[in-house]
């Protein structure tokens, strides 16, 4: 019954891995924040389906109930908490995610591109980070795909479908129709624009401030367009 | 080595399986050797348009698991002798399908065949997908009407990325196949131009088939318009779509179905 097979000496190999998580900073009160949360989600379905959350809870700074409270309430969104930021803890108990401690703001050299899209070779480990670079899309970005680039611009030459989003750190810029979603300076930008040469969108966003369709300028539909932030209010204007 | 065409489109209803079956039947006539598989497993329909749900056996189930032998799930077509059917399975659903499986039939078809058309099942789930896995083209059926096209978007997008030519960096030829066009809503701005839905997919044009009564009048008897109407507009379509399907440069026209005299005077009105 027992045979003897030969076994195989095989060094284990830890390979590192890296992700970029969105992290959601609730605020107090709590309530306001998830209905502002809910909104978003409204105008979004699906935004952080299969997405990496952590949750920052420097600045609520709750206690180990109320924490696990509002992973149920997130749980509820369909938010999934991986971990969590919280300084001066190690641990919330078990049921609850890990505190994770040394996060740095998105500073990972990676590239989320659509499948069938070639995404650039990763930078020598060894050479400094470039500050920005820029993502160039040569094909259309169809319906159901998702682009997201956490360094710099994104460049679409082609058209943007219906059902599709891009979200950049920098600017997005589309040389054809945009009617899907575009989300400018998702990690913090208010300098970041969306451009393009034919407004059909869903939803244009610059640094977390975001318009539907709906609450666009009509005077901007199908015609070039920019979207950029001013005082907090993100603009929709026609280019020409 | 015969080429492997998959008729897909993510919605469902705008007529991948009567598109399949007029294809097929009209590239069998110019005598090709074709087979046409029904991917859809668990909602075979394939077979009663082709008229041969009397003479199923074996379908592509008992194939993919070694049951049956592909020559004795083989249905020829009683018009065109050139003309094949490896039906689906009623009694079955998708997970049965494997993509060993499937890919060591469609090897085997391609071989021995000019044309293999998969007719996929709707939707973009595991039958979708390995109905499309193994193409080398792939034409997607749209109506012009606004569900249609984006669903035939996102169709394109997974024909890009997840069949193995994609995944081998190669770039899958696609054509558009707009059925159910009727020239008269689109001028009255009832539906989509076929400008806008080009536009909008930037994928080139196959054929424009037209809204004709025919269609569904062969497809209850069992028989691909292109066989059992030649003379209508949709079916010549369906024949010219074949053409450019083999290579063929053959000009774009608008069919339209020859009115008659009382049409002309009282018909306009009636959509």
């Not at chain 1, 992973?71 to 919330?92: F, K, P, S, T, W």
């Not at chain 2, 294809?23 to 074709?34: S, Y």
């Not at chain 2, 081998?168 to 707009?178: A, F, N, T």
């Not at chain 2, 809503?185 to 400008?195: D, F, Q, T, V």
Request: charged share 25%; with cysteine; hydrophobic share 40%.
């Amino acid at each position: 019954m027992v045979s003897a097979a030969p076994i195989q000496k095989k060094a284990i190999r830890f390979h590192a891995r890296s992700f970029v998580a969105f992290a959601l900073a609730p605020e107090a009160p709590l309530s306001n924040w998830l209905q502002g949360l809910d909104r978003w989600i409204e105008n979004s379905p699906g935004f952080f389906l299969g997405r990496p959350v952590v949750l920052d809870l420097n600045v609520l700074k709750p206690s180990a109930g109320e924490v696990a409270g509002l992973v149920d309430e997130l749980a509820q969104r369909g938010i999934r908490v991986y971990a969590m930021e919280l300084a001066g803890v190690d641990d919330l108990g078990p049921g609850l995610p890990p505190v994770l401690k040394g996060a740095r703001p998105s500073t990972l050299d990676e590239t989320v591109t659509p499948p069938g899209q070639k995404s650039a070779p990763p930078a020598p480990a060894e050479q400094p980070q470039p500050e920005a670079r820029t993502l160039i899309l040569e094909t259309p970005v169809r319906s159901g795909q998702s682009v997201f680039h956490p360094h710099g611009d994104v460049i679409v030459l082609g058209s943007v479908g219906s059902g599709s989003e891009i979200i950049a750190a920098g600017s997005i810029h589309i040389y054809g129709t945009l009617r899907g979603r575009a989300i400018a300076g998702a990690m913090g930008n208010s300098g970041a624009r969306i451009f393009c040469q034919k407004n059909e969108a869903e939803l244009l966003a610059v640094d977390g401030w975001y318009r539907t369709a709906d609450d666009m300028e009509a005077s901007t539909r199908g015609r070039p367009t920019q979207a950029y932030l001013e005082n907090d209010v993100i603009w929709v204007a026609a280019l020409d | 080595m015969g080429k492997v065409v998959v008729v897909t489109s993510g919605k469902g209803g705008v007529g991948k399986t009567t598109s399949t079956a007029a294809l097929g039947a009209a590239l069998a006539q110019t005598g090709k050797r074709v087979v046409l598989i029904d991917f859809d497993v668990g909602l075979r329909n394939l077979d009663l348009v082709l008229g041969a749900e009397r003479r199923v056996v074996f379908d592509l189930i008992n194939v993919t698991q070694g049951v049956a032998k592909l020559s004795q799930a083989l249905i020829r077509d009683k018009r065109v002798d050139t003309l094949f059917l490896l039906p689906a399975s009623q009694t079955r659903d998708k997970d049965a399908l494997t993509e060993e499986g499937v890919e060591s039939v469609i090897a085997s078809l391609a071989d021995k065949f000019d044309y293999v058309l998969c007719d996929s099942p709707a939707g973009i789930e595991r039958g979708a997908q390995l109905a499309m896995r193994y193409a080398d083209e792939a034409v997607i059926v749209t109506n012009p009407e606004v569900s249609s096209v984006r669903d035939s978007d996102r169709i394109i997008g997974l024909l890009d990325s997840r069949t193995l030519k994609a995944e081998r960096g190669e770039s899958m030829p696609k054509h558009i196949l707009l059925t159910r066009y009727d020239s008269a809503r689109a001028a009255r701005g009832e539906m989509l131009s076929i400008e806008d839905v080009l536009e909008i997919l930037s994928t080139p044009l196959l054929g424009i088939i037209p809204e004709s009564e025919g269609v569904l009048r062969s497809s209850n008897v069992g028989s691909p318009v292109t066989l059992n109407e030649p003379t209508n507009s949709a079916a010549k379509a369906y024949v010219d779509a074949a053409r450019r399907l083999m290579g063929e440069d053959v000009p774009m026209v608008l069919p339209v179905d020859r009115r008659g005299l009382f049409d002309r005077l009282f018909g306009r009105r009636a959509a």
